[in-house]
Structure formats: structure tokens, C-alpha cells
């Protein structure tokens, strides 16, 4: 089945301790999205690639940042995380705009920052 | 800016019964379409339902329907014969034609009464 995919499922780091999330997805989308969601909160978008031009929300802490190599792979680091940095984060994927269809979700990575 | 308003942090309802959950939006756009995803405990969110602005016809998926009124900038969401499995967080989002981006609204926690 096409999806989104995420690993690892549950992260732990320590405080300052440089982290990667990954995405993948086998939808063939073309814009793949980042997500930091917060208890009982809606998701709050990080930052989205368009293909491989990457946007990146104004209020998107420094410390967070994006490479997509491919098509199908999209990472996430947190290059000094934070205890405020533990969080859900989710990625997504959606057909190019115009088209009116939603976004389709990972399972999420659950990161904790000790 | 585009806002998406839930007013509803909490409702509950029993099984086999019916509940609808609030949503209104403000926009100025006359491109956009709505969407409804659910995110049960395990995180995952999932798209449910989806409307665009330029179809007058609410739009329907088995169980689950949308009460569209454009003039009024409301869209609300109707689950028929509520199910165990429809507990969730359920988010309201606003998509404007054109743009990747997605606003969600605060959330409403369905819980269901067996």
C-alpha cells in the first residue's frame, strides 16, 4: 500500500544532543511537510518542500532544519534540541497544489529530550 | 490571514447515535477547499472527509458527512451511528487553491459513550 513512513517511532536524546528524524513515502508526492505537534494540540508546520525548493515557516526556530535528497526521502534535524523541543512530529506528503487534495500523514515520531 | 475556528474542545456521544462538530472559517478567497481528519490515540492522522469551496453538494464518505454553507463560512462535520472506533481528535483545516499549506483549526476530542 502507498504511505508514509517514519523512523523512528519513539526517539530519546539528551539535551543538545543532535537528532534526525526520517520520512519516506511511496505516494510519489511532490511536497512533503514537517510538523511539530504539542499535547492536545494541532500540528504546526515547520517547514514544506515543493520538489526540492524548501520553504521554511517564519517562525521556525533556527535550530531546525531540512534536507530532501530525493523524490520519496525527507529528514529532519534538530541540531541542538531542547526540552521544549519534546514533541510529536509528524510528516506529511500532498500532490502539487491546485489540486485540492489533503495531506497524507505519517504515524509520527514521538521525541523526548532528556 | 485565514483562520479556522473550533468551538467545541470536548464532546462526547453515545454509540449508535449522532454528533456533529462545529467548524467556521474566515476567508476572503473564493478558491479553497475543507477538510476534516481524525487522529485517534495512536496518533496517526487521517484524512476523512474532504470539500471544495466551488461544489454546493456536501460531501459524504459512508458514516461521515459535511454540512457545507458557504455564506456563512461554517463547515461542520456529522458522524452517523457513532462507532467505538470513531474516538478521536478531530481537526477541522482550510486549504486556499494554490498553496500547499494547510491552516487547522483547535480541535474537537470525540468520545464516544458505550
Known amino acids: 500500500d502507498a504511505m508514509v513512513i517514519q523512523n523512528p517511532r519513539y526517539q530519546v536524546t539528551q539535551f543538545g544532543k543532535p537528532v534526525t528524524l526520517s520520512c519516506s513515502q511511496t505516494?510519489?508526492?511532490?511536497?512533503m511537510y514537517w510538523y511539530q505537534q504539542k499535547s492536545s494540540q494541532a500540528p504546526k508546520l515547520l517547514f514544506h518542500?515543493?520538489?526540492?525548493?524548501?520553504?521554511n515557516e517564519a517562525d521556525t526556530p533556527d535550530n531546525f532544519q531540512s534536507r530532501r535528497p530525493n523524490t520519496s526521502f525527507c529528514f529532519l534535524d534538530i541540531r541542538s534540541p531542547g526540552l521544549g523541543d519534546a514533541a510529536m512530529y509528524l510528516c506529511?506528503?500532498?500532490?502539487?497544489?491546485?489540486?485540492?487534495?489533503?495531506?497524507?500523514f505519517g504515524p509520527g515520531t514521538r521525541l523526548t529530550v532528556t | 490571514a485565514q483562520t479556522v475556528t473550533q468551538s467545541q474542545p470536548e464532546m462526547s456521544v453515545q454509540e449508535a447515535e449522532t454528533v456533529t462538530l462545529s467548524c467556521t472559517y474566515d476567508?476572503?478567497?473564493?478558491?479553497?477547499?475543507l477538510f476534516w481528519y481524525k487522529q485517534p490515540p495512536s496518533r496517526q492522522m487521517i484524512l476523512v472527509i474532504r470539500?471544495?469551496?466551488?461544489?454546493?453538494q456536501n460531501a459524504t464518505e459512508n458514516r461521515f458527512s459535511v454540512n457545507f454553507q458557504k455564506a456563512a463560512k461554517s463547515f461542520s462535520l456529522k458522524i452517523s451511528d457513532s462507532q467505538l472506533g470513531d474516538a478521536a481528535m478531530y481537526f477541522c483545516?482550510?486549504?486556499?487553491?494554490?498553496?500547499?499549506?494547510?491552516?487547522f483549526g483547535t480541535g474537537t476530542r470525540l468520545t464516544i459513550i458505550p
Open positions: 505516494l510519489n508526492h511532490n511536497v
Open positions: 470539500q471544495e469551496a466551488y461544489k454546493q
Open positions: 476567508t476572503s478567497e473564493s478558491d479553497y477547499y
Open positions: 483545516a482550510y486549504r486556499r487553491g494554490g498553496n500547499e499549506k494547510l491552516t
Open positions: 518542500y515543493y520538489d526540492k525548493d524548501f520553504n
Open positions: 506529511a506528503t500532498s500532490r502539487a497544489t491546485g489540486t485540492g487534495f489533503g495531506q497524507y
